[in-house]
């Protein structure tokens, strides 16, 4: 049933309960993870083009990232589950989470949601809105 599983961290701290759930859920139904990190791009200070001071910035940040993915990517193997690692640089995240469950025929999408300050919540809940809206896949938003 749920073949293609995708396990999108769309704030800054996130806990590992999102990817265990969506570990379970690929191992029952013998399907393939995909876990995405999504991170805001800070604006360029030039609008039309992005120097090489911020290419670095945006490379050491994905770096970081992906080191702390690859924990998950281990867990994952030692289970002999596919699974493949994101990081999402974007000025939306709402819609380079639709655009990419759409693209890859997303069976399941699963989000983390840990509790936030009033404010960010306000913002998350936004982002969170805009893909049940823009999706037809079932969501599993797991708060932690």
């Not at 769309?10 to 995909?34: M, R």
């Not at 080191?67 to 994101?86: F, H, R, S």
């Amino acid at each position: 049933m749920f073949k293609k599983i995708v396990v999108a961290f769309i704030t800054k701290k996130f806990e590992n309960k999102s990817f265990l759930t969506g570990l379970d859920i690929a191992q029952k139904f013998e399907g393939e993870l995909t876990i995405i990190d999504c991170v805001y791009k800070n604006p360029s200070k030039f609008v039309f083009f992005e120097t090489n001071h911020d290419k670095k910035k945006y490379a050491k940040t994905k770096e970081k990232i992906l080191k702390n993915l690859e924990k998950l990517k281990k867990i994952a193997n030692e289970k002999d589950i596919p699974i493949t690692i994101k990081v999402a640089l974007t000025d939306s995240i709402s819609d380079w989470i639709v655009d990419f469950v759409k693209e890859k025929k997303t069976d399941l999408l699963i989000i983390d949601h840990p509790h936030l300050s009033e404010f960010e919540n306000d913002h998350y809940e936004f982002i969170i809105k805009s893909i049940t809206n823009s999706v037809k896949v079932p969501i599993l938003l797991l708060r932690s």
